[in-house]
């Protein structure tokens, strides 16, 4: 019999040891992809912490896309395991995303909107492979992420600007974050893909304010994530 769900002793953010033995009870009970956890209320009693501390750390499990909580119907895993980044590097990415997703938007709208006006024959055709690579990912069961890359690639190749181009290319590190972040939301890949094609149907029809309204709709859902709504530092002190 396992004992990954003993009690614990009190530390600061408790949630944390709650993730270290949720991920030990996991290992051990060979849990994987689309199986269920225990109840909160019987993770909280058996670990002897507050409902508080379990739910936070669920949460962050779900941040990162290690598992599905759905109203009324539990936990589920999303993956074969619950090995999650440190909340340290969770909490920094946090903090950074919302200048990340303010940058895109202020840049990435223009771009649109100038590739609305400069895109050329061979602009259309990369834009076009991009969402076609986009769909097979997500036909195959994958979030898209290589054919978004493209698509957002491609459209700033059409804008034809050395400059804007070159400061997309100064964050595209934290633009990768953000595009994982959005990406692993339920149901977002799909909605993605819908989204880029009304910003390639209006490229495609050279309507420069109809292309950037579609990439500022688009970037704004990119914003919305489940990341955003955690709160670190939720009090979480033991108890039941």
């Known amino acids: 019999m396992t004992d990954a769900l003993r ?3 009190a530390k600061p ?14 290992a051990e009970g060979g849990l ?12 909280a009693a058996r670990l002897g912490v507050s409902r508080a501390s379990v739910k936070q750390a669920i949460v962050v499990l779900e941040v990162q896309g290690l598992v599905e909580v759905r109203h009324g119907g539990g936990t589920y895993l999303v993956r074969d395991t ?3 980044e440190p909340v340290e590097q969770l909490v920094e990415r946090r903090r950074r995303l919302p200048d990340v997703l303010d940058a895109r938007e202020a840049l990435e709208t223009k771009l649109a909107e100038l590739a609305a006006e400069r895109r050329t024959d061979e602009d259309v055709s990369a834009m076009d492979s991009a969402l076609v690579h986009m769909r097979d ?11 978004d890359r493209l698509f957002h690639a491609a459209v700033t190749a059409a804008a034809h600007s ?3 181009a070159e400061f997309m290319r100064s964050i595209a590190d934290q633009i990768t ?6 990406l692993r939301q339920p149901s977002r890949p799909t909605r ?6 009304a910003i390639f149907d209006a490229i495609v029809a050279r309507q420069p304010g109809r292309a950037a309204a579609a990439m500022r709709r688009h970037v704004q859902t990119v914003a919305r994530v489940r990341l955003l709504d955690w709160d670190p530092e939720e009090n979480d002190e033991q108890g039941t």
């Open 7 to 9: 009690p614990m002793t």
């Open 13 to 26: 953010r408790l949630y944390e040891q709650v993730l270290d033995r949720l991920r030990s009870y996991a």
């Open 32 to 43: 994987g992809a689309g199986d269920r956890l225990p109840p909160e209320r019987d993770l």
């Open 82 to 84: 619950l090995d999650a």
């Open 137 to 147: 990912e997500i036909q195959a069961g994958g979030h898209g992420i290589e054919g």
């Open 162 to 164: 050395g400059i804007l």
């Open 177 to 182: 974050e953000s595009r994982h972040e959005s």
């Open 192 to 197: 993605s893909l819908t989204q880029h094609r």
